[in-house]
């Protein structure tokens, strides 16, 4: 992804800046095997649909599951 189409890139709710995830690290948060955009809290991913598109809609966030 382009690095300045990224910073432009906001959560649809809260509006925080959004950090493209490899695939591995988007695995090992739970978030399936595709790379996603993290929130800056890091407590939502939005993930991308199969032509390579981030799905920035408000429903379309996924909750990363919280550690033990």
């Excluded at 790379?35 to 408000?58: M, S, W």
Aim: hydrophobic share 40%.
């Amino acid at each position: 992804m382009d690095p300045a189409l990224l910073e432009l890139l906001r959560c649809p709710v809260t509006r925080q800046p959004l950090r493209l995830v490899p695939a591995e690290q988007a695995a090992a948060l739970g978030l399936g095997t595709r790379q996603i955009l993290l929130r800056e809290d890091g407590r939502v991913g939005y993930p991308f649909d199969d032509h390579g598109f981030p799905l920035l809609l408000p429903d379309s966030g996924v909750p990363v599951p919280s550690g033990p």
